[in-house]
């Protein structure tokens, strides 16, 4: 290679170069024209300009990586040459010397006789010989050269492994950081015009799948939605879009953090079972997001029912069962004599404390009642008072938790501290500070004194930290128990005597009792169901059952040959709900959820979505008629997708002419097609590798509603894989012409031969027919005759004869005709713009004449075709003189389309 730099850079070059040209980004641009193979890329990153270009970027990295990868693969390069250099110098020193050798082969003999004789004469025989040659000069350079060279030859193999780990690091930062980026800009120079027209797709899930929401990405609508519901305390916001513009998208994954209920309205419903549906989900959903189970309609009867989930858990926990019953039984053998020892002990000291203090207290009270402690009877009052005051907030659950924190932690901690703190006796360090105390009480007292001043700051210093970190009273006095249990253990004679006492199975004992406790004070009783949650049971129940009770009493008197009795029963069925009386209880419900949902900072979101599949602007405002009496409750967002006929209804307000959709909606989002940058957002998202012509073709086909262009992308996929096609022009042309070939069928399909005259049924039908033949070839090679007569069949309106034929046909037919060849027009359009050599060059000849020669100009056509078929015509004739297409001729004979004999073997048939 013509470089400049040495064999380990020229490696990590190399390195570099093959990691990149396996890369499935860079590899899948390769082999599609003519010197455009791996090898031709080598070859061009090989020349002295492309190893340049790579220096300076290495040069102008941004991180440094490269640089320092570069400049410490050039230290080890020239340390290693250093010693080479080293050795080159050295070599040439270590010629023979004759006296040497001939000295040396005369002692040989002598040594090996000598080391027969043990090893000190052999040695002394060596280090004499040595010595004698070491005694010559040009034999003292000689064994100087050969340890110089033995030095320079480790140096030189430690280098070695040091250049191949530096060409590596080198190699690796450069196919990370810069090669990618000259190769590509290579293998566009050698892809030539139009390199970016290349379908170089790797990996496309996201439009294989494309109702996976991990794929969706940000859009105005999506910001629209967030800052209006953030304005809205309440309200009922209208979603309106034309259809595929991503409406359900949109309510599935908008107010991600807020309790979101989505239901879909039917194509054809009743109102109140839309209203119960939407009830039932509110329930499940709000039941869920509180962890609560749902209520179980079972057709087993309940005994049958409750055996089967006994026996199941029986299976489950017997095996864990039977082996804790062992560990149980093992454990208690083993502490079985300790634990006796200490009942034997503490029983009667306990008990002796419970007589004395049941005395005490009956002394007290007994005092208090003769009036003779007044001060105690005050305090009886005082704690009254504090009782009537306070104790009736507290619930057994919150006594319960606070004596578990306050006591059972405390008492097992201490327990468990206790039981190797009593290991080492402190009577010698006490009898110690006794001897001292009695000897010398002069200097015991002030030393003790300071002694204790000190420790007593030195304490609080590190106490203090640890003390704000306990906030909670509970906690708090927790520690307080803990520390006066160990000040009292340790300072009383009889605790202190009885802890230092303890023998090995007591203290094991002491601390399983320890940990008993402190696994007591952590066990808290099951969350308390909410109340809400308990409603939303009831409610399930009442919606998806039908209920019915049954009372009944029969009495029979005893003690006679005959009785008398008499039973009488009463059966209850719960009446379904009227619409009234659900609507009220929804409502409530509504308000219920989101209430409880506002101090947790989250909102309750309602989604109506389908509702533009009802049929007609009419059905859809009467569908929100029935539903309206459920909106406008306090605290609840409701987003409702509606067509745009209804969202401009609700525009329309102003005007004369209110109807439902005037009082119905607070406020209106409009999904608007996508813009050609977001176009390029969502199928970079979704596939990556499209590039900007390919996204505009189908940007421009699906007139930037998403699921057209996620369609459209997906049938790019399909050619690319089935048909190999991955030229701008062969994959634009086979999406065009079957986008043209699927409206003329649909066309065909839709208009009845019996509405039409004989005439237009010859050249309606006829010219149809023969244009879906031509259309329906399973190759492009008659592309040229194709775009001519879909032009024909664009400008059919200008032939020879068509006054007549116009005056003939029905207004619908004539209306459906005229979309079609405005489409057709369109079709042509497109074939001129995308399946025409030299792209990118008219591209930008046409930027010139924006808005008319952008790419986002075909896009804004084909949606407005769904509008108006003669408008979207001008506009078309603007776009086609922005980009200096040529005129489309019109028929000039009386048939539209005209028979064409195919020469392509696929029109043999």
């Known amino acids: 290679m013509r470089t400049g730099v040495d064999r380990a850079q020229e490696i990590a070059y190399e390195q570099a170069l093959d990691r990149t040209l396996r890369d499935p980004e860079v590899a899948c641009r390769l082999g599609h024209r003519p010197g455009t193979l791996p090898e031709n890329v080598r070859s061009a990153m090989l020349r002295p300009e492309n190893v340049a270009r790579v220096r300076r970027a290495l040069r102008q990295d941004a991180r440094r990586a490269c640089e320092e990868a570069w400049r410490a693969c050039e230290e080890a390069c020239e340390a290693w040459n250093r010693a080479q250099d080293r050795i080159t110098r050295l070599r040439p020193r270590l010629s023979w010397d004759l006296p040497a050798a001939a000295v040396l082969a005369a002692a040989a003999p002598v040594v090996l006789w000598a080391a027969g004789a043990g090893p000190w004469p052999a040695v002394a025989a060596f280090a004499g010989a040595h010595a004698w040659l070491l005694s010559r000069p040009a034999a003292r350079n000689r064994a100087g050269a050969a340890l110089g060279l033995l030095a320079a030859l480790v140096a030189r193999a430690a280098r070695s492994r040091a250049v191949r780990r530096r060409t590596g690091d080198l190699a690796e930062a450069m196919t990370r950081d810069v090669m990618p980026a000259v190769v590509r800009s290579v293998v566009s120079e050698l892809l030539g015009e139009d390199h970016d027209c290349l379908l170089v797709a790797t990996r496309y899930e996201g439009i294989r799948d494309h109702r996976d929401r991990n794929y969706t990405v940000d859009n105005q609508a999506r910001a629209e939605i967030a800052l209006k519901l953030d304005s809205l305390v309440d309200g009922t916001i209208a979603v309106c879009g034309p259809r595929g513009s991503g409406k359900t998208t949109l309510l599935e994954t908008c107010a991600p953090g807020d309790l979101k209920v989505g239901v879909q309205a039917p194509a054809s419903y009743a109102p109140l079972e839309f209203l119960t549906s939407l009830f039932v989900d509110l329930c499940e959903t709000y039941m869920a997001d509180r962890g609560a189970r749902f209520p179980e309609f079972r057709r087993l009867s309940p005994l049958r029912s409750g055996l089967r989930r006994i026996g199941a858990a029986v299976r489950a926990g017997a095996r864990s069962f039977l082996w804790n019953l062992l560990a149980l039984g093992l454990f208690v053998l083993g502490v079985f004599a ?21 005395r005490h207290l009956r002394d007290a009270v007994t005092a208090v009642a003769r009036g003779t402690r007044p001060w105690w009877a005050l305090g009886a009052v005082v704690l009254a008072v504090v009782v009537h005051r306070y104790a009736g907030r507290w619930r057994l659950a919150d006594v319960s938790h606070l004596a578990r924190e306050t006591f059972l932690l405390p ?21 110690w500070f006794g ?18 001043a000190l420790g007593f700051v030195a304490v609080w210093v590190a ?3 640890f003390w704000e970190y306990f906030r909670d009273a509970a906690q708090r006095m927790a520690l307080l128990v803990l520390v006066v249990g160990l000040g009292w253990t340790f300072l009383d004679d009889r605790p202190r005597q009885a802890a230092l006492g303890w023998d090995l199975s007591e203290r094991v004992v002491v601390v399983a009792v320890g940990v008993i406790l402190v696994r007591a004070s952590r066990w808290t009783r099951g969350q308390r169901e909410p109340a809400l949650v308990r409603r939303c049971r009831d409610h399930l129940y009442r919606l998806q059952t039908v209920q019915s009770v049954s009372y009944g009493t029969s009495g029979a008197p005893t003690g006679g040959l005959l009785g008398l ?24 419900a509504l308000a219920d959820v989101a209430e409880e949902l506002r101090p947790r900072r989250r909102r309750l979101v309602v989604t109506i979505d389908e509702i533009d599949r009802l049929g007609s602007t009419a059905e859809a405002l009467e569908f929100l008629g029935e539903i309206k009496a459920i909106l406008g409750v306090p605290g609840v967002h409701f987003l409702i997708s509606v067509s745009e006929d209804v969202g401009a209804s609700f525009v329309r307000r102003g005007l004369p002419g209110r109807d439902v959709a005037d009082s119905t909606f607070d406020d209106v989002v409009h999904v608007r097609p996508c813009s050609l940058e977001e176009s390029k957002a969502i199928l970079h998202r979704r596939a990556e590798g499209f590039s900007e012509p390919f996204v505009a073709l189908a940007h421009a086909l699906a007139g930037g509603v998403p699921r057209d262009l996620i369609r459209f992308s997906r049938e790019m996929v399909s050619l690319r894989t089935a048909r190999g096609e991955v030229e701008l022009r062969n994959v634009g042309a086979w999406l065009i012409i079957r986008a043209m070939r699927e409206t003329v069928d649909a066309f065909r ?7 039409l005259p004989t005439r237009s049924i010859d050249v ?55 979309e079609v060849a405005a489409y057709a027009y369109f079709c042509v359009t497109l074939l001129d713009v995308f399946s025409a050599p030299g792209f990118g060059r008219r591209r930008i000849q046409a930027q010139v004449n924006r808005p008319n020669g952008s790419l986002e100009r075909l896009a804004v056509v084909r949606a407005e075709l769904s509008v108006s078929p003669p408008s979207a015509r001008r506009l078309i004739e603007d776009t086609r003189a922005a980009w200096g297409l040529p005129e489309v001729p019109a028929p000039d004979l009386p048939e539209i389309v005209d028979a064409v004999r195919m020469t392509c073997r696929h029109y043999t048939e």
């Open 435 to 452: 001897d001292w105390r009695r000897d010398d009480p002069v200097l015991f007292y002030p030393t003790v004194a300071v002694v204790g």
């Open 463 to 465: 106490v203090t930290p």
């Open 411 to 431: 008492a097992g901690t201490l327990l468990v501290v206790l039981a190797p703190a009593t290991l080492w006796s402190p009577h010698p360090v006490v009898a």
């Open 565 to 588: 009795g008499s039973s009488y029963g009463t059966s209850f069925t719960a009446s379904p709900l009227t619409l009234p009386e659900l609507v009220q209880r929804l409502r409530r």
């Open 764 to 818: 309606v039908f006829g010219a149809t027919r023969r244009l879906a033949e031509l259309l329906h070839a399973d190759c492009l090679c008659e592309l040229g005759r194709m775009r001519e007569q879909i032009g024909r069949f664009a400008r059919w309106a200008d032939g020879p004869g068509t006054a007549e034929l116009t005056a003939e046909l029905p207004s619908d037919v004539l209306e459906r005709l005229e």
């Open 338 to 358: 300790a634990a006796r020892g200490f009942a034997e002990d503490l029983g009667g000291a306990f008990a002796r404390a419970g007589d004395d203090g049941a």
């Open 749 to 755: 399909g839709g208009v009845k031969e019996g509405t």
